[in-house]
């Protein structure tokens, strides 16, 4: 019997390793020192792209360092610089150095956290960190799960809600139900939810997308009739979905008002909050939150709104057993499940089963900014959007969303305004990332968010400067 387990690069001797290490770290800290002088955006050809890969055939393996040479080569050169501070896109946060430290860490010990028995610090941290977070929102939210991002905390807001309103569901799906449920989201939600509505059994039919009214958030007037039609027709409507901090315009929509309207028709209440949730971090701003403390579950992204690495999604519930009950089976090959309440093991509560340690870079972050420190920082980029509206203002620009989180949206009102032709001209540039969306009313508009805690005044300046010399062109 031969053995060839040291014919490999799997395995590598500490001084090899710690060499590895120190060129990670440099490639590391200079992408983070120079960032902001790269061009924001760079695209290459796919013909360019099918050749770089060339360069990774595993049928002759390659030395670790000169793999890691030509990813980190390849990531400065060819990606969208999400990091930089004049990246005023989608929510895509610079990441800060704790988080990325919690990533290393999170691969290096790669806790699962499914069970309790492998991993309990990671488990209870977890809870501690969700729970902590949760209470933001109001004293109610004890309960959730971290997820992979926003799109499946709104699957798991779908699941939960259905098995709560229909108990049977679990075990016959919506075959049988008598009612066809009905879904309420607007025109403002993100598109997860479509995705949403698709795996859970509802299909995109069973989705009511309520037209927004000039405020650009849902129509209650509408959603009420859209509620009694439905009724009408025979159909149960048994969720509502309002957003906090629209995609596309940063609208906080009437969540007081929809949690009423979900009250009276005994709905489950989903706020999907996860970038517009940042403003329960901040004290003035956290009003602007009212009724969300009445959701009955909340989608909030850490790694939208608190500058962590993705993915670090929420799911949060009012719900004490809601999650256990959705999601519980039971395996002979797991552990013995450890006694109720202090030793959950979470791939009963939670959609994924293995799982890694997403809090981490959650927790890390956290304690060592603080509430304070993200209150800053977010303070700070809610400051630089206001900049950004009286800049546009002074330039001639109409900022048309009435948001108080950092997100604007614009356009400049003649007839050779052309906000995607614009975007692209300023995006081409390679100094400033911004794109085009259009509004619930069919409006095109220039749409910028302020995602980065290190966004100075010069960079608003200059966004201002290329947006003008990008209309003009
Ligand atoms: C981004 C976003 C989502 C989806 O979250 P992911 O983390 O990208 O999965 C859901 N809802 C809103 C309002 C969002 O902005």
């Not at 990774?56 to 040479?69: H, K, M, N």
């Not at 509620?227 to 901090?245: L, Y």
């Not at 970038?275 to 956290?286: C, D, T, Y």
Request: hydrophobic share 45%.
């Amino acid at each position: 019997m031969s053995f060839s387990i040291l014919s490999n690069n799997l395995r590598l001797d500490s001084e090899e390793r710690i060499d590895l290490w120190h060129q990670t770290v440099d490639a590391i800290e200079r992408y983070v020192v120079n960032v902001d002088e790269l061009p924001v955006q760079v695209l290459p050809e796919p013909s360019v792209l099918r050749e770089r890969l060339q360069a990774f055939d595993f049928s002759t393996p390659i030395e670790p360092s000169v793999a890691l040479q030509l990813v980190t080569d390849s990531m400065r050169s060819m990606q969208t610089h999400v990091s930089h501070r004049r990246y005023f896109g989608l929510f895509n946060p610079a990441p800060a150095s704790v988080g990325i430290l919690g990533e290393a860490l999170t691969a290096a010990f790669n806790p699962n956290v499914a069970a309790w028995s492998h991993s309990p610090f990671a488990v209870a941290a977890e809870e501690h960190v969700g729970c902590a977070i949760g209470s933001r929102f109001g004293e109610a939210f004890k309960w959730g799960t971290f997820t992979s991002g926003g799109g499946e905390a709104n699957l798991t807001a779908f699941l939960c809600a259905l098995t709560y309103r229909y108990p049977s569901y679990l075990k016959d799906g919506l075959r049988g139900l008598d009612r066809e449920p009905v879904a309420y989201v607007s025109a403002a939600s993100h598109h997860s939810l479509v995705k949403a509505a698709r795996s859970c059994g509802l299909g995109s039919g069973a989705l009511r997308v309520v037209p927004c009214d000039e405020t650009l958030g849902m129509d209650l007037a509408q959603l009420r009739s859209a509620i009694a039609q439905d009724r009408a027709a025979g159909r149960e409507p048994f969720v509502v979905v309002g957003t906090a901090g629209a995609t596309a315009t940063g609208i906080i929509e009437r969540l007081e008002d929809i949690a009423q309207i979900a009250t009276r028709e005994h709905m489950w209440f989903h706020v999907d909050a996860a970038w517009g949730g940042l403003a329960a971090f901040v004290p003035e701003l956290s009003s602007e939150l009212r009724g969300i403390a009445d959701a009955d579950s909340i989608t909030f992204d850490p790694h939208k709104s608190l500058s962590v690495p993705m993915g670090a999604g929420l799911f949060l519930t009012r719900h004490p057993n809601i999650l256990a009950h959705t999601f519980a089976v039971t395996e002979d090959y797991m552990p013995p499940k450890t006694d109720e309440g202090e030793r959950l093991d979470p791939y009963v509560h939670s959609l994924q089963w293995s799982r890694r340690f997403a809090g981490l870079k959650v927790l890390l972050s956290l304690s060592v900014a603080g509430w304070d420190g993200y209150a800053n920082a977010l303070r700070h980029q809610t400051e630089m959007g206001n900049l950004l509206r009286e800049q546009l203002h002074a330039a001639g620009f109409t900022v048309v969303n009435d948001t108080p989180l950092p997100l604007v949206c614009f356009l400049r009102e003649d007839a050779t305004f052309n906000a995607a032709e614009t975007a692209e001209r300023a995006v081409q540039s390679g100094r400033v990332w911004i794109s085009p969306t259009r509004l619930p009313d069919g409006r095109s508009v220039l749409r910028a968010a302020i995602t980065n805690y290190l966004t100075e005044p010069s960079d608003i300046a200059a966004l201002v400067a290329e947006v003008v010399n990008s209309a003009q062109a």
